[in-house]
């Protein structure tokens, strides 16, 4: 636990596609991030698909799959994997239909459309007209809207996180919404086409050291430091082996206590965006820990009697509706607020169960 840093996670092919794309800034024209590439053509599955091994989604292996042909093809690398990729894209594409909408990765429908777009470019043949894609492009439409373009380039959004599924955006506002690091809210996806749009040097210094660290292939974000600490301590505490960390524990959540905020907190320490899962999973433990916070941080979390997990989303997550509840259970006598999230939660919960959709989203 002395190690986590800025944390570790597993690696997103769909991010690395992006990255692979960027061209030289130079203008040599020649990949900025050759290594990338070789990681793409290193970890092709073996069914043709590209996307995280030991768990499957449609969505996941479908956008991951059609992004990394989309990098080889624009090199005109590999006609063999790209073949074998299109091939299994094309005869797993009606599978969305039937995959449950609420497990789809963060952006997925701004991202894939756009995504579907660039390969039609390149002369790939990809689908136009299913009842999947319909529906994905709705709900691009509806997030869209609850999120407007003007807002998007003056307020840090969750948008951020998904900037290469726009077009036309105002680069010269857009920088100013920068992390701290350089990045597009952690997203090397996001950030890569910064990059490409604009070659800010803050955006390449941010790339450069993600896929330095990470031997070319890219996380889905980064960093994770608050999100690691916390979720190591909860497993421990699960495990029943947390007896065994109370120093490192107690080191922990020291550092998470020093990024919390009155709004919540995010994944990653100052960010602008805080979300109600990290920040339901952070006051839980800090509360059982003798930490002051105080139970109004969800009122930047609620709108009426709904709580969500941040502004402009298009479908809850399970698992900040999962943590909001287990957070709910810490409420001290007179937290109102905690006991109509409790109740949200639960009957949120109940309702997924009947129906079965209690599978986890971990992105």
């Known amino acids: 636990m002395f190690s986590m840093k800025d944390g570790e996670i597993s690696i997103s092919a769909y ?5 692979a ?15 990338s590439l070789e990681w793409i053509a290193n970890n092709q599955l073996e069914d043709g698909s590209w996307g995280y091994r030991n768990i499957y989604t449609a969505h996941d292996r479908l956008i991951s799959t059609l992004a990394c042909v989309v990098a080889l093809k624009s090199w005109n690398l590999h006609a063999d994997k790209c073949c074998k990729g299109m091939q299994f894209f094309k005869e797993n594409i009606h599978k969305l239909e039937d995959e449950n909408c609420e497990h789809m990765p963060i952006g997925f429908e ?9 390969a039609r470019r390149l002369n790939l043949q990809v689908p136009d007209d299913t009842p999947a894609l319909h529906e994905i492009y709705a709900r691009r439409n509806l997030k869209l809207s609850k999120i407007p373009r003007e807002m998007m380039h003056n307020v840090v959004t969750t948008l951020l996180y998904s900037l290469e599924g726009m077009a036309g955006l105002d ?6 919404l920068q992390s701290r690091d350089g990045s597009f809210l952690c997203s090397p996806a996001s950030t890569a ?12 210094s941010y790339l450069s050291s993600v896929v330095q660290y990470f031997n070319g292939g890219v996380p889905n974000v980064y960093p994770v430091d ?18 065994y960390f109370e120093s490192e524990i107690k080191e922990c959540l020291e550092y998470v206590s020093r990024y919390w905020t009155e709004k ?15 920040t339901s999973m952070g006051f839980r433990l800090l509360r059982l820990h003798g930490h002051k916070v105080s139970a109004e941080v969800y009122q930047h979390f609620r709108k009426g009697s709904d709580f969500f997990c941040f ?28 006991g109509d999230a409790k109740e949200f939660a639960a009957k949120f919960l109940r309702e997924k169960q009947a129906s079965n959709e209690l599978l986890t989203n971990g992105s």
Not at 15 to 19: G, L, V, Y
Not at 110 to 118: D, M, V
Not at 171 to 176: D, H, M, Q, V
Not at 266 to 273: G, I, L, P
């Open 15 to 19: 991010d690395t596609a992006w990255i």
């Open 21 to 35: 794309l960027v061209e030289d800034v130079n203008g040599t024209g020649s990949p900025q991030f050759p290594s």
């Open 311 to 338: 502004p402009g989303q298009s479908n809850q997550a399970v698992t900040g509706i999962y943590n909001l509840y287990r957070a709910s259970q810490v409420a001290l006598p007179g937290e109102k607020i905690l």
């Open 193 to 204: 086409y910064a990059l490409q749009q604009t070659k800010d040097q803050n955006c390449m």
């Open 264 to 278: 919540g907190i995010s994944f990653v320490r100052n960010s602008e965006v805080p979300d109600i899962d990290d």
């Open 171 to 176: 680069w010269e506002k857009l920088l100013k």
């Open 110 to 118: 701004i991202t894939f459309p756009s995504i579907l777009e660039t």
């Open 226 to 243: 608050l999100f690691e600490r916390m979720w190591a301590v909860d497993r421990l505490q699960r495990l029943g082996l947390s007896r």
